[in-house]
């Protein structure tokens, strides 16, 4: 990395191409786990198939659950996930149980982000993570 006349931290490549630095910018490529997601996905895709047979919307979930309801299914997976864990069988397994786990805590985060967005008409999106 080399500095400017300006004195701004600047990135310089072996090509000669330059950027600003990455210091203070979101790293989802490093906070992310490749295989987590894809499992993830295929837990969430597994169960878009409703109990009628009918095939759900990949995003349905985002229209809104109570949070109650998140909280109640977290508990169950939850048990399960420290049962398998404390080395007793589960009713779907550890993966599904992670899964369940991680859809539950994404789903009432985003009903705590939905409740903040309304308050203060604020949008969750890039510019609130990056501010100008």
Not at 9 to 37: C, H, M, Q, W
Not at 74 to 96: K, L, P, Q, T, Y
Not at 98 to 126: P, R, S, W
Request: glycine share 6%; net charge negative; charged share 35%.
């Amino acid at each position: 990395m080399t500095t400017n006349e300006t004195n701004e931290k600047i990135r310089t490549f072996e090509t000669g191409a330059t950027r600003d630095t990455d210091i203070n910018k979101l790293d989802f490529e490093g906070f992310l786990s490749y295989p987590v997601l894809l499992r993830y996905g295929e837990y969430m895709n597994k169960h878009r198939i409703q109990p009628n047979g009918k095939l759900r919307e990949s995003d349905n979930w985002q229209k809104g659950i109570p949070k109650d309801a998140y909280m109640k299914s977290v508990f169950r997976h939850f048990m399960d996930w420290w049962a398998e864990h404390r080395g007793f069988e589960s009713r779907d397994g550890i993966e599904e149980a992670l899964c369940a786990v991680i859809f539950n805590a994404m789903g009432y985060l985003h009903e705590i982000l939905k409740e903040k967005q309304e308050k203060t008409d604020e949008k969750y999106e890039i510019s609130v993570i990056y501010p100008k």
